[in-house]
């Protein structure tokens, strides 16, 4: 047998072994088409943010204030997997694909919850995980692409769910996976590497949607003789994390795609001395070429583990009598940043915290640099406590922006602090890299602390919080979306409740006890005139390190949300 | 922050693991060599994984009671490889009051030494802690990752957080002389995957 024809062989023998057909194959499937991607109709969610500026926002307005009190599930699907959920459910015209940590993927009827067929990735027995989860599928044409924790990126068909083509990213015994849901843009899938703990140098990466052929990789951190090569020391480039663990948004009138990176590695500031250039930054990159074309960075020197790589909203956004071309991003490190975004540069507007912190005495004006105290900014050999936790004030799950409102919707934590003692540690490939021991860190609440998860709903235009909602018992850790329903939909608390708030003023419209914890995005669409709304309940990961972290500091919080995966799906009762 | 110094070994221990395990073209040879991918076979015998000793055959008089554990790899004594090709061989090593074990896990141990899988069932992440159990007063092992615990007085049951059964056990035996593997790992070692 010919070399080609054996591994022919081999590749459909695989893809008998990890894609189960149900009821499947999809009839009918719409093929995806860049047209359709940068103007996708209203009843769809082909994008982690609907559309390519990353607004979370849903132009159906069926489902709205006067009727979300009879909002009732109409189907459940149980993915028989636990950990985190966090993947938007993906709506293409009826079919709804659905990925869940472990790397699987399941097509399902959108209207009914009939199962098509099911992909279960063969993971590695020796794979570590430090993030089983995954944050949906990209689509393209007539497959659909899911990036893997053991760091691959497979290319499926979207009918039957069998591998079309199956690319090695980087290396996981070097701690490198991939936990993001693909960007496509004109035929071409890029993702981000994980992998910030563990030593590892970030990169954006694209590859062709039909061929899995690399064709461009562009580092976050930059090489000896590369511009910003000179913000490191030494060889600090080569280990300084940066990773790029979330998808992109995308601007298709200058094909510019905004893509947010991680912190820098390890730990305390002064293990890799610099501004440490392009961590904790949003890039501006060329789709076609990789080339960057202009950076902001929101904070020097990452000292704090605050990745910044929930990439900014693109929104004409009307402020000081003008039309701002904006990038909105409420940070990790406590900034909610205004920045507007030029051919050549993405230059500063405003900052202001929108939670408590003490690590910034200010921001610089023009730079938008902000001001450290060093007191607040971890060290080798030294115990440093700061405000907020090195969660943030907002970790990587998305804020999202209304359209009707012009309202910026955060999901927040407030009143948590934390610290740890810095100490020098050996990289070994494949290792957790931190600069502290994981069992030292700490997470505090303020004294006095009232509530700590906050839904906050900002005014970019002018800098003031028009309203917040405050969970006393819980953090908030699931991603917003809003409707021109005037809904503003979240998950997030340890209660497993799902949630809608009037958008206008924040008054409490509905809520929904579900089997979980709800870490997924919320998502609205429309199958035959009927608008559903979905959203995956399922607790782990990160959620549940803060909880585990708070137990028996919180008085009567509450620490039973049993883990496993559910689509809920939604429709007000006729 | 005071640090309680036997945690503190466990993880030092632990990270100097690692710096064998990333070291040189020896232990890439190593690596490689025939069996050093294979499970730990009856037998065989337990080594340092790092630290001064690294390498050396573990003795029961090198274990202090109480803990912290040691990090080991298994050794076919007949071929001398060390069994590091896959990081699923790494055991966790600890020496207990033995009036402290329940029957099972005393039928798996030698003397008051028991030994566990490193890698945590739930997601495959390294077992780096020895720490207070967070719903008692005894130390047990505790995954960082996503903060699992488990009692290796009672085979390794979990006792707190999301790891979904017990670290697999790996039967010993001391004859007056080194820790001995006695029998295969008491179930699946690794994480769990899709279910």
Redesign the interface.
């Known amino acids: 047998m010919a070399l080609k024809q054996w591994l022919l062989s081999g590749l459909l023998a695989s893809t008998c072994l990890v894609s189960i057909a149900a009821a499947g194959p999809i009839e009918n499937y719409s093929p995806v088409t860049a047209e359709r991607l940068k103007n996708p109709e209203p009843g769809n969610w082909m994008h982690y943010r609907r559309t390519y500026d990353g607004q979370g926002y849903s132009p159906l307005d069926q489902i709205n204030t006067s009727n979300v009190k009879n909002l009732v599930p109409v189907w459940t699907f149980s993915t028989g997997v636990v950990e985190g959920h966090e993947a938007p459910p993906i709506i293409n015209n009826g079919v709804m694909f659905v990925a869940t940590p472990m790397g699987q993927v399941i097509a399902l009827n959108a209207k009914t919850g009939d199962e098509y067929w099911r992909y279960k990735r063969q993971l590695p027995d020796d794979l570590f995980q430090l993030h089983p989860t995954n944050r949906g599928v990209g689509l393209w044409e007539d497959k659909l692409y899911l990036a893997t924790t053991d760091d691959h990126l497979v290319a499926l068909d979207a009918k039957t769910g069998k591998v079309v083509w199956d690319t090695k990213v980087q290396d996981y015994k070097k701690g490198q996976y991939l936990t993001l849901m693909p960007l496509v843009v004109d035929g071409k899938v890029i993702v981000g590497g994980s992998g910030g703990e563990l030593g590892v140098r970030g990169y954006v990466v694209a590859f062709d949607a039909n061929t899995g052929k690399e064709l461009w990789r562009t580092f976050t951190i930059p090489g000896t003789g590369e511009p910003g090569n000179e913000t490191w020391k030494g060889d600090d480039w080569k280990t300084g994390g940066g990773s790029a663990w979330m998808t992109g948004n995308y601007d298709p009138d200058t094909k510019t795609v905004y893509w947010g990176t991680g912190n820098a590695a390890p730990w305390p500031g002064d293990t890799h001395p610099g501004d440490n250039l392009y961590t904790s930054s949003v890039l501006a990159l060329d789709p076609d070429s990789g080339k960057m074309k202009t950076y902001f960075q929101y904070h020097q020197n990452d000292s704090w583990d605050w990745d910044e790589v929930d990439a900014p909203m693109l929104v004409d956004l009307q402020r000081d009598g003008r039309t701002i071309k904006s990038l909105i991003h409420p940070g990790r490190n406590a900034i909610f940043w205004i920045l507007e975004r030029k051919p050549d540069s993405i230059k500063y507007v405003a900052g202001w915290p929108f939670v408590h912190t003490d690590v910034w005495k200010g921001i610089e004006p023009e730079s938008g640099k902000p001001i450290v105290d060093p007191a607040r900014k971890p060290v080798i050999g030294k115990r440093v406590e700061f405000c907020p936790s090195l969660w943030g004030g907002k970790d990587w799950p998305s804020a999202a922006y209304s359209q009707k409102t012009g309202l910026v919707y955060v999901p927040a934590n407030e009143n948590f602090c934390g610290g740890f003692t810095g100490e020098k540690v050996p990289l070994v490939a494949g290792q957790l890299w931190l600069g502290t021991k994981p069992e030292d860190i700490g997470l505090t609440p303020r004294p006095g602390a009232t509530h700590f998860g906050e839904l906050q709903a900002w005014d970019p235009a002018t800098g003031k919080k028009a309203w917040s909602h405050n969970f006393p018992k819980s953090h908030l850790f699931g991603s917003v979306t809003a409707t021109a329903g005037d809904l503003i939909l979240v998950g997030g608390t340890n209660d497993r409740m799902f949630r809608a708030f009037h958008a206008k003023t924040g008054e409490l419209l509905w809520e929904q006890k579900t089997n979980s914890g709800i870490m997924g995005m919320p998502i609205a669409y429309e199958v035959d005139g009927t608008q559903y709304i979905a959203v995956q309940s399922g607790w782990g990961v990160d959620a549940q390190r803060i909880q585990d972290a708070l137990v028996g500091k919180v008085p009567g919080l509450e620490n039973n949300v049993p883990q496993g995966g559910v689509v809920w799906v939604f429709a007000v009762r006729k | 922050?005071c640090?309680d110094p036997t945690?503190?070994a466990l993880?030092l221990t632990a990270?100097a693991t690692?710096?064998c395990?990333?070291s040189p073209q020896s232990s890439i040879a190593e690596e490689d060599s025939p069996g050093s991918n294979e499970r730990p076979q009856k037998a065989d015998v337990l080594v340092f994984a790092e630290g001064d000793h690294a390498g050396e055959v573990i003795k029961p008089q090198d274990l202090k009671t109480g803990g912290p554990p040691v990090r080991a790899w298994p050794k076919d004594p007949k071929t001398s490889v060390v069994r590091k090709g896959?990081?699923?061989n790494e055991v966790l090593v600890v020496r207990l009051d033995p009036a402290e074990l329940d029957e099972e896990t005393r039928s798996r141990a030698a003397g008051g030494i028991v030994a566990y899988s490193a890698?945590c069932v739930h997601?495959?992440?390294?077992i780096?802690?020895w720490?207070k159990a967070?719903g008692g007063d005894k130390d047990v092992f505790?995954c960082?990752?996503?903060?699992s615990e488990f009692d290796p007085r009672q085979s390794a049951q979990v006792v707190f957080?999301?790891a979904?059964r017990r670290l697999p056990a790996l039967p010993l035996a001391a004859d007056d002389g080194p820790l001995t593997v006695a029998a295969t790992f008491v179930g699946k070692?690794?994480?769990q995957?899709?279910?």
């Open positions: 922050m640090q945690r503190r993880i990270l690692g710096a395990l990333a896959s990081r699923l890698i997601t495959g992440c390294p780096t802690a720490v967070a505790k960082v990752c996503h903060n957080g999301p979904p070692v690794g994480a995957q899709a279910r």
